[in-house]
C-alpha cells in the first residue's frame, strides 16, 4: 500500500514537474516568437519599400540616359516647363475656366 501510495506521489510529482517546464518554456519562448513575428512583418515593409526605390532609381537612371543621348526627349522637357528656344515667340493660353456655357 505504501509503495503504491509512493508511486502515485511520484507520478503526480512527474506530472506537475512536466507541466511546468512546459508552461516555463512557452512564457520564455513566447515573447521572442512574437517579436521574430514583428520583425518579419517589418521585414516585408523594408522589401517593398527597397523594391520601390528600385523601381525610382532605375526609371530615374533611364531619364538620365535619355536626357544625355535623346534631343527631343530634352526638348520636351524644357517645353513642359515653359522654356523656348532663342528667338521663338512663346504664346500662352489661358483657360478661364468656362466652357462656352456647354
Known sequence: MKDEVNARVCRWFTVVILLLIVVGGIYWVWPKFMRGQGLRAQEADLDAKI?????RIAET???ERRFETDQECVESIARENGLCKPG???????????????
Open 61 to 63: 537612371t533611364e531619364l
Open 88 to 102: 521663338e515667340v512663346k504664346f500662352v493660353i489661358e483657360d478661364d475656366g468656362s466652357d462656352g456655357g456647354k
Open 51 to 55: 523594391m520601390d526605390v528600385d523601381s
